[in-house]
């Protein structure tokens, strides 16, 4: 049974809203393109991130994949969700040093991946029907993208994602980007930036 927008709110018991995440939170919820948000650190992009999450999880009753930079962030944010109370809400954590059973990946509706972990994941034949049920990817740090290494991984990622039609949308999240236009027609994503005077 799916939940209504209303039940969200209550599940994640927000506070209220700063100005960025009121003009970015309508556009996650009510929208289906793809997203590239670029604020300062401390500005409440995780809630934004944590949004993209429970639409496509409570609403849509599709899988979504979180990709982060570090095992300390996958930590978090999986700590994190782990307190909420919800039999919709089953987040597994997905760390390369740690081997994750299928049935697990299964049973998981959120994954919270490191780059190079998702990176192996997606390379795995036994779970590729699972990976093909991802309907939303948030990447966080995106802006790691313009890095060797880590960021020719995630670009293979995100190249591959952007051909697979049944995936519906990417959430792109910064603290800066250069070139972030140029970044947002590559991903065809909308770009957002907090509003002028924003603190």
């Known amino acids: 049974k799916l939940i209504k ?3 969200i709110s209550d599940l994640l018991d927000w506070q209220k809203l700063n100005p960025l995440q009121s003009k970015v939170c309508r556009h996650v919820l009510y929208g289906d393109e793809n997203l590239l948000v670029i604020a300062p650190t401390g500005s409440g992009k995780t809630l934004i991130g944590e949004l993209a999450l429970f639409r496509s999880i409570l609403l849509k009753n599709k899988r979504a994949v979180w990709i982060v930079p570090s095992r300390a962030l996958a930590r978090e944010i999986t700590e994190t969700l782990d ?8 987040p597994v954590k997905c760390l390369g040093n740690e081997e994750i059973n ?5 049973n998981g509706n959120i994954w919270i991946c490191t780059t190079e972990k998702f990176e ?7 779970i590729e029907s699972v990976t093909f049920q991802v309907e939303t ?3 966080d740090e995106i802006h790691l993208l313009g890095e060797r290494g880590r960021g020719q991984v995630l670009e293979s990622i995100l190249s591959r ?3 697979r039609i049944n995936i519906k949308r990417l959430v792109g999240l910064s603290a800066t980007l250069e070139n972030s236009e140029e970044f947002a027609g590559w991903l065809n994503a909308r770009l957002l930036k907090p509003p ?3 603190e």
């Open 137 to 139: 990817i948030i990447v």
């Open 83 to 90: 307190k909420i109370q919800s039999d919709h809400i089953r």
């Open 120 to 126: 192996s994941l997606l390379r795995k034949q036994s």
């Open 102 to 106: 299928n049935e697990s990946l299964k």
């Open 5 to 7: 927008e209303k039940e």
């Open 161 to 163: 994602y952007k051909d």
């Open 196 to 198: 002028k005077n924003f």
